[in-house]
């Protein structure tokens, strides 16, 4: 159980396009979604929280009009990287956690975005 | 502040046993996770702790003491594959994680 999906894998588009990425809990309902970005050879940084059904919470320095965050169902958020450029090249990868009791993140396998 | 504090690299040989630390400052504290990562893969769960104590589960063992805010990971008959980052994350009141920096785990033949 607690599988979490991640859609696409990789991603390569041109400077100025808007890339949407898919996170999906595939057995159990995700009351609650993160974001995250991983730079080579650092660590994870938390880009946003997400609710089901209310607004993102987004950490300090993270823009939210360019990192727009949906969490509209209980088994699926999306994060659209707008307005894509070269320095958002990054590995994005979301989790989920459940319900209150079911604490454990649980993590995609991750996106591979690379803005030419 | 909240802080977790993880060594940067740790060196290892085939079939030994290796034990990563890592301790923690949160506001509040609802447990302490244990993640492997792979190089240029995602994250995944190894093990939660929320009372003092150790949990085994097979060759991997995770362990915890709330007065000292510290924990760590034991990793018993190393194989080549548990070459990975381990990265160690504390839940705060808000049960929002506070994540170490990790620590590269080398295993040496």
């Known amino acids: 159980g607690a599988v979490v999906s991640q859609h696409p894998s990789w991603v390569i588009c041109k400077s100025g396009t808007s890339v949407k990425i898919e996170c999906r809990s595939l057995?159990?309902?995700?009351?609650?979604m993160f974001w995250y970005r991983q730079f080579p050879k650092q660590s994870l940084m938390l880009m946003a929280t997400?609710?089901?059904?209310?607004?993102?919470?987004?950490e300090q320095g993270v823009e939210k009009d360019k990192f727009l965050i949906n969490h509209a169902s209980l088994t699926l958020s999306t994060l659209t990287v707008t307005s894509a450029h070269p320095e958002d090249s990054s590995f994005y990868i979301c989790?989920?956690?459940?319900?209150?009791?079911?604490?454990?993140?649980?993590f995609g396998p991750g996106t591979r975005l690379l803005v030419l | 502040g909240q802080n977790i504090d993880q060594p940067t690299e740790m060196t290892a040989t085939e079939g030994a046993i290796v034990q990563i630390n890592c301790t923690y400052q949160?506001?509040?504290?609802?447990?302490l996770f244990w993640y492997q990562q792979h190089a240029g893969e995602a994250p995944t769960f190894l093990s939660y702790?929320?009372l003092d104590g150790l949990e085994e589960k097979g060759r991997f063992s995770s362990f915890l003491s709330r007065s000292k805010g510290y924990s760590y990971l034991l990793l018993k008959e190393l194989q080549m594959k548990d070459s990975a980052s381990y990265l160690c994350?504390?839940?705060?009141?808000?049960?929002?994680?506070?994540w170490g920096a990790g620590t590269k785990l080398i295993i040496k033949p």
């Open positions: 989790s989920a956690r459940g319900d209150s009791g079911q604490e454990t993140q649980y």
């Open positions: 057995d159990f309902q995700a009351t609650t």
């Open positions: 997400s609710n089901e059904g209310s607004k993102a919470t987004y």
């Open positions: 949160t506001s509040g504290f609802n447990g």
């Open positions: 702790n929320v």
């Open positions: 994350a504390a839940m705060d009141s808000n049960y929002q994680l506070i």
